[in-house]
């Protein structure tokens, strides 16, 4: 049998027209940079009435959160020696103009080799790495630019994936910036690790993928939740009006679960800090 295989290996190698092909760093870098900025469909317009808020406070200027980018592969050794697939490169660069455009690429990287390949490009980056729920991960969380100046640092326009959550795929640096600039982005949560910032419960990858929750009663939701798997692990009560929803504290208008009748709508769900548990923003109408 096992003549069989290695006869069998042999042959594929002699006839694979791809055996003579090296690819270089360069040419990684730059098929990173066609992933990283290939065209996305423009995003729709907001519809009116509840405003998009972001589900948590980070203590820097701008949040703002934004999509991963698929990497080229590579297999890597570990510490043990077995081969493992990985990422060629933890962020990808893309010139465009007087400005640097930067994406993640692994979101899993060791901060280290973010500031190293930051410093390779002359900025004065820091990185600050949060455990997240699924949808978050790879994506930029905040930025900071410590100037007294007009900030120039802005985050890049794209089709983020987030839910309903405002999101954006980078950020766009002046080249030669040098100001500090500290970023913050999400890695997955490690075994048995909370998430720090949690997403749209109904976005890509979270407990309620796929269910249009906005306007579903809460029974409903219920039944589903159960079904699924999913606790929830509270409840909100949304401003009743809303122009007051930008000044609006849900952690001030928290709901038991009797207070909660199944006639109530959803409006919006919010992921817990452990996987399959949300959170539901309601009101008593849609």
Not at 19 to 38: I, K, N, P, Y
Not at 130 to 142: A, C, Q
Not at 170 to 193: I, K, Q, S, W, Y
Request: with cysteine.
């Amino acid at each position: 049998m096992s003549n069989d295989i290695e006869q069998l290996r042999d042959t594929l190698a002699v006839h694979d027209p791809a055996r003579d092909v090296r690819v270089t760093d360069a040419q990684v870098e730059q098929a990173l940079h066609s992933l990283a900025t290939g065209s996305a469909p423009a995003r729709p317009a907001a519809r009116p009435g509840w405003r998009r808020r972001t589900l948590v406070a980070i203590p820097v200027t701008v949040a703002v959160t934004a999509a991963a980018v698929v990497g080229v592969q590579a297999v890597r050794t570990d510490d043990s020696g077995t081969p493992r697939v990985g990422t060629a490169r933890a962020l990808a660069f893309a010139q465009r103009g007087e400005f640097l455009e930067v994406r993640i690429v692994d979101p899993n990287a060791d901060p280290e080799m973010y500031r190293k390949q930051f410093a390779t490009h002359g900025l004065n980056v820091d990185l600050r790495v949060l455990p997240v729920s699924p949808s978050l991960v790879g994506r930029m969380l905040s930025y900071d630019e410590q100037t007294k100046t007009r900030p120039r640092v802005t985050p890049l326009d794209g089709e983020g994936g987030c839910g309903d959550l405002w999101c954006q795929p980078g950020v766009r640096v002046p080249t030669g910036l040098r100001e500090r600039v500290t970023l913050t982005f999400g890695r997955a949560a490690r075994p048995g690790e909370r998430y720090q910032v949690s997403g749209d419960a109904a976005a890509r990858g979270e407990p309620l993928s796929g269910v249009r929750v906005k306007g579903m009663e809460v029974g409903e939701l219920r039944r589903v939740a159960k079904e699924r798997g999913v606790r929830i692990v509270g409840y909100a009560e949304m401003s009743p009006r809303p122009e007051q929803s930008a000044d609006w504290d849900f952690g001030e208008h928290v709901l038991k679960e009797d207070q909660v009748p199944d006639s109530w709508y959803v409006h919006e769900t919010v992921s817990g800090k452990e996987p399959r548990s949300v959170t539901l923003h309601v009101a008593s109408r849609r």
